[in-house]
């Protein structure tokens, strides 16, 4: 058998993700990779990739910093929550997040009634370095962006940690292994995402 024959067969012995049975929920800290690594894993799957500051945003033709600061942070939530509700109830495919979606407990529920959460599990520093160089998150404009990053880190953290699944993702990880990793965790779930 060639080294190519001998490839296939391997790949054919080798299950594939299949039909997705619920929509695969990304959470977790700004930075944490819910967009970069949920968009992969969609692309992976063949499934629709949805965003929740993307929809956000579209809908209120506005940026996020622009929806904060002309309306604040609890109507920015409340939208949030309303657009998890309907791309959950609409569509069924990989959904991230923004950073502070999982912190309601009502949004926790939807998630779970409708959804697989998994938590992208990056460190402070790893978060820290994605995002320092960005203006778009508008919590972050304060005098210390780095001391405000570690209290949300340290606040959210217990309440990411109720996720279904947990995704560690450290700095040396690309996007395309976290979508492995993201994948090898979904193994143990065929309620999910059946294999073929
Ligand atoms: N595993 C990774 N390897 C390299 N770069 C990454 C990885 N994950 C994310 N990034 C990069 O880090 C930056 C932040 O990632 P991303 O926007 O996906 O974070 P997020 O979790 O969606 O944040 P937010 O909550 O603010 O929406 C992006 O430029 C993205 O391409
Ligand atoms: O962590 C957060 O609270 C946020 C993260 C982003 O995804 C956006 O949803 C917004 O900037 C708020
Ligand atoms: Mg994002």
Redesign the pocket.
């Known amino acids: 058998m060639s080294e190519n024959e001998q490839k296939q067969d391997v790949e054919a012995a080798t299950p594939k993700p299949g039909i997705l049975k619920k929509t695969i929920v990304?959470v977790?800290?700004?930075?944490?990779?819910?967009?970069?690594?949920?968009?992969a894993l969609a692309a992976r799957l063949d499934v629709p990739f949805l965003?929740s500051?993307h929809e956000i945003e579209a809908a209120a033709n506005m940026t996020i910093p622009e929806i904060f600061e002309r309306d604040g942070v609890e109507y920015f939530r409340k939208k949030e929550s309303q657009v998890i509700s309907r791309l959950l109830a609409e569509e069924r495919g990989v959904l991230?997040?923004?950073?502070?979606a999982f912190l309601s407990e009502e949004n926790r529920e939807i998630i779970k009634e409708n959804g697989v959460s998994v938590w992208?599990q990056?460190d402070l520093e790893v978060?820290w370095n994605?995002?320092k160089h960005?203006n778009?998150?508008p919590l972050l404009r304060t005098d210390n962006p780095r001391k405000t990053l570690s209290e949300l880190y340290d606040a959210r953290v217990p309440m990411y940690a109720k996720a279904d699944l947990h995704v560690p993702?450290d700095?040396q990880?690309?996007?395309e292994?976290?979508v492995d990793r993201a994948l090898q965790a979904l193994k143990n779930r065929p309620d999910v995402l059946e294999w073929t």
């Open positions: 990304m977790g800290m700004m930075g944490a990779g819910k967009t970069a690594v949920g968009r965003d500051d991230s997040t923004g950073g502070g992208l990056a978060t994605r995002v960005r778009t998150r993702s700095g990880v690309t996007i292994e976290m």
